[in-house]
């Protein structure tokens, strides 16, 4: 049986704003990494990674570098501590290089990248625009999936402009934050439904499915 390997890069906004909702983002996380175990169970011939980036004024931090999802524990407020500003593009950036550097050469490998934050980029000092927009055309087309969460913010705008069509829109309170991180889940699920399938997963990830019953593996 040949293995898909599922790279998930998640690119947190660790920027002081999100303080307000920082419990329900944590919790939020901890269930992706919940929802990515069960998957693997559902779908053995798939083998997950998680690397978890995060990022504010006074750092982009690799708390997660391409851990088995089966190994991984819950993460708590010692490790996510929000504060400063928001290098956005600096941290898609490094981010994507460093994988796309690991992944090169593996076989069957597929990558997802989630890029959540509650502002725009107000602080990137190493990455403009037009970079961001450029390199993930490039890993687009190398067969990356790219989805982009956000609030306070016309996320869509955002998102279309560094060339990504999958977009989510939350309000920064805690209810909502699990609402979104609920509607993330199910679309992480019709993911790797779509792997298994060997189906094109690059767009429409947000997408309900016309058939209800399809909606949790």
């Not at 919790?27 to 992706?32: I, L, P, T, Y």
Request: proline residues 3%; hydrophobic residues 35%.
């Amino acid at each position: 049986m040949t293995t898909d390997k599922v790279y998930n890069l998640i690119i947190l906004d660790e920027s002081g704003s999100m303080s307000s909702i920082k419990n329900a983002t944590i919790s939020g996380f901890n269930e992706v990494v919940q929802t990515i175990k069960g998957i693997e169970k559902k779908f053995p011939e798939q083998e997950h990674f998680i690397s978890l980036v995060t990022f504010n004024g006074l750092g982009i931090k690799t708390l997660l570098d391409k851990k088995p999802a089966a190994s991984l524990s819950l993460i708590d407020q010692k490790i996510y501590q929000p504060d400063s500003m928001t290098p956005l593009f600096d941290a898609i950036g490094l981010s994507v290089l460093k994988l796309r550097n690991q992944v090169t050469g593996i076989e069957n490998a597929n990558v997802l990248v989630t890029i959540l934050t509650d502002g725009e980029e107000n602080a990137s000092k190493e990455f403009s625009h037009s970079q961001i927009n450029n390199l993930i055309k490039e890993l687009i087309n190398e067969g990356w999936t790219f989805t982009y969460i956000g609030a306070n913010h016309n996320v869509e705008r955002v998102a279309h402009s560094i060339s990504i069509t999958n977009t989510l829109n939350f309000v920064s309170n805690d209810e909502d934050v699990k609402t979104m991180f609920s509607k993330e889940n199910s679309s992480r699920q019709r993911y790797s439904e779509k792997l298994s399938r060997k189906e094109d997963p690059r767009s429409g990830y947000y997408d309900e499915p016309e058939n209800p019953s399809d909606k949790k593996v």
